[in-house]
């Protein structure tokens, strides 16, 4: 399967600093890919989709400003949590879709990255 | 948007049992997957089954995309297979499509 990899895997900051977050895909190029947050014992709430060459888009209730999307290559998109608070303590994850063959658009995710603001 | 749910929400089984995890959806979708969540956070890819049945040891699914769910089996269960399972499903359009994930099934096996 596709490879998907996160850096950091855990982040401890404190409150008003920013924390930026990278995903690669490994073994595939990715124009697509997408960021989840988890808060804990609770389900995948998508955030926003990473466009490589081309502005994010956000779903609805999520703050562009705050968390700044980049994606600068078809193997790098970037999250940058910026002036974070401890209500944006969450487990963040990334994941990019493969394509072609009979599971076009399986998504792969990356292993996490587990924020805490103090 | 599309509404995810799982069933049941909680399941504690003996080694060796079988289980059944069921993933409703509320509208129509060509994208379906099912996945393990790891005690570390990592998301496991079991299945990509918008239609049909598929198998992979001891581990089955099937998607009645006509009646809007997945079933996902699992035969002589271990503890390795403890954690959280998630459907999610999704429309491919363009390059991706958006998954939404369902409820999950926190699941434990004991010996």
């Known amino acids: 399967g596709a490879v998907v990899s996160q850096h950091p895997s855990r982040v401890i900051c404190k409150s008003g600093t920013s924390v930026k977050i990278e995903c690669r895909s490994l073994?595939?190029?990715?124009?697509?890919m997408f960021w989840y947050r988890q808060f804990p014992k609770q389900s995948l709430m998508l955030m926003a989709t990473?466009?490589?060459?081309?502005?994010?888009?956000?779903e609805q209730g999520v703050e562009k400003d705050k968390f700044l999307i980049n994606h600068a290559s078809l193997t790098l998109s970037t999250l940058t949590v910026t002036s974070a608070h401890p209500e944006d303590s969450s487990f963040y994850i990334c994941?990019?879709?493969?394509?072609?063959?009979?599971?076009?658009?399986?998504?792969?995710f990356g292993p996490g990255t587990r924020l805490t603001v103090t | 948007g599309i509404q995810v749910e799982q069933s049941p929400p909680d399941l504690i089984l003996q080694e060796g049992a079988n289980s059944t995890l069921r993933c409703n959806f509320s509208?129509?979708?060509?994208?379906l997957q099912w996945f393990h969540q790891n005690p570390w956070g990592q998301l496991i890819n079991l299945f990509y089954i918008p239609s049909g049945t598929k198998q992979n040891g001891r581990l089955s699914a099937t998607t009645v995309a006509t009646e809007r769910y997945s079933l996902l089996y699992i035969s002589s269960s271990q503890t390795t297979d403890s954690g959280v399972y998630f459907c999610a499903v999704g429309i491919n359009t363009g390059t991706a499509s958006k998954l939404t994930f369902g409820t999950g099934t926190r699941l434990q096996v004991t010996l």
């Open positions: 509208d129509s979708v060509n994208n």
């Open positions: 994941s990019a879709p493969t394509r072609g063959g009979q599971a076009a658009y399986e998504q792969y």
């Open positions: 073994d595939f190029q990715a124009t697509t």
């Open positions: 990473s466009n490589e060459g081309s502005k994010a888009t956000y």
